[in-house]
């Protein structure tokens, strides 16, 4: 949905650098989801967060990777040290609230790590 | 057991046929379901959610929920060449967690 953006679309990074992907929530949307799509496989949850607070991160590797939803701005998804595992397409879905009701993705951001 | 399963397919249907998408989910308490198509290298689109038993139409499309097997489906009357693509089901798990779940994914092929 063309409403959810998220930037960039491409990045390529090599190991051992750090990933920082942005999410900006539909207007009047104050929940955000971040999921992993792994080339051939389906969409993982990775974290769900409202403005300045993670709500659930249970899908969330331990280690290298964190997510903030400040006040101010777009959401951010972080990947510290990236390996190749961690190339694939994250995407962004927002919501209007956390009642069930219907999320809208982004478009994605396809990460290449090499 | 997975949360939510999905025939992979892929499913091969004519043009002008009804194409039939079928997705279980373990989790009773769940409450909300939902069905989005994605396209080779795009994004997942919403088409359909549901959230009471029964059938839910929207043009094309017809989703059922049947929360006693468990058991939601997606159809497609009369199929398009367009309408090719991933279709992914998905379900909010409820009981205080608020994430999607998604199944893998069933790969629909309309034949013109």
């Known amino acids: 949905n063309a409403g959810v953006m998220q930037n960039p679309r491409h990045l390529v990074r090599r190991r051992g650098q750090e990933a920082r992907l942005r999410c900006s929530p539909m207007?009047?949307?104050?929940?955000v989801y971040w999921y992993r799509q792994l080339p051939e496989e389906g969409l993982k949850f990775m974290v769900y967060?409202?403005?300045?607070?993670?709500?659930?991160e249970s899908g969330m590797p331990k280690e290298r990777f964190s997510a903030e939803f400040p006040k101010e701005g777009p959401s951010i998804l972080r990947i510290q040290q990236v390996v190749r595992g961690d190339s694939a397409a994250y995407f962004c879905?927002?919501?209007?609230?956390?009642?069930?009701?219907?999320?809208?993705f982004g478009q994605g951001t396809r990460l290449t790590v090499v | 057991q997975k949360e939510v399963e999905q025939n992979s397919g892929p499913l091969s249907v004519p043009e002008g046929a009804i194409a039939s998408l079928n997705c279980t989910y373990s989790?009773?308490?769940?409450?909300?379901f939902f069905w989005y198509r994605q396209y080779s290298g795009k994004s997942p689109e919403l088409i359909m959610s549901?959230?009471?038993?029964g059938d839910k139409e929207d043009g094309r499309f017809t989703a059922q929920l049947n929360k006693a097997s468990q058991y939601v489906s997606l159809l497609i009357r009369d199929s398009q060449p367009s309408d090719s693509a991933t279709y992914l089901c998905?379900?909010?798990?409820?009981?205080?967690?608020?994430?999607?779940?998604f199944g893998q994914g069933t790969r629909l092929t309309i034949n013109p």
């Open positions: 207007k009047g949307h104050s929940h």
């Open positions: 549901i959230y009471s038993n």
């Open positions: 989790d009773r308490v769940s409450q909300s």
């Open positions: 879905a927002s919501s209007p609230n956390s009642a069930g009701t219907e999320a809208f």
């Open positions: 967060l409202q403005k300045e607070n993670i709500i659930d």
């Open positions: 998905a379900v909010n798990t409820g009981a205080g967690a608020q994430k999607l779940v």
